[in-house]
């Protein structure tokens, strides 16, 4: 049992919720995104949402269970083997034709955005969910479409 942890005060608790709350609407975004225009149910703003707010709430439990002798990096790295694991359950192979990996990475990815948001990278966590966004959306584009013509 723990007991030499400092309790956090209403400030600390106030700050952690905002992370949770911020990380759930960059999962969200990214999330739907992929559940705009496609007929994707699965993996859409609850998924995505929730990935990165278990990300997050994990990588703050790290951070505040590695005051003292503890790794705090033990938590995330958990994380990405975690989701990497979920990812791989996403991918099918039919044949030569192979689905989810695009699921799978942004996932993946996604996880990311709640371990940044989880130590207080803001910025860098906004600007991660913005090109995860941008790297589904930009195929959709007419510019796109046509310079990436195979």
């Known amino acids: 049992m723990i007991t030499d942890l400092p309790t956090p005060t209403l400030l600390a608790d106030l700050e952690m919720f905002f992370r949770i709350i911020f990380a759930t609407c960059l999962g969200g975004l990214i999330g739907w995104e992929r559940e705009r225009h496609r007929n ?7 998924t995505y949402g ?15 269970l590695g005051i003292g002798s503890a790794d705090p990096t033990r938590i995330a790295a958990q994380v990405v083997t975690g989701i990497g694991f979920l990812g791989g359950g996403i991918i099918f192979r039919q044949g030569d034709y192979v689905t989810g990996l695009t699921t799978a990475a942004t996932l993946w990815a996604t996880a990311a955005v709640g371990l940044a948001v989880s ?30 013509a195979k």
């Open 119 to 148: 130590v207080g990278f803001y910025l860098l966590s906004l600007l991660t969910a913005l090109l995860i966004f941008l790297l589904l959306y930009m195929p959709r584009v007419s510019w796109w479409k046509r310079i990436s």
């Open 50 to 64: 929730a990935i990165c707010l278990g990300s997050c709430a994990f990588g703050i439990l790290g951070v505040y």
């Open 40 to 46: 994707i149910i699965s993996a859409g703003i609850r």
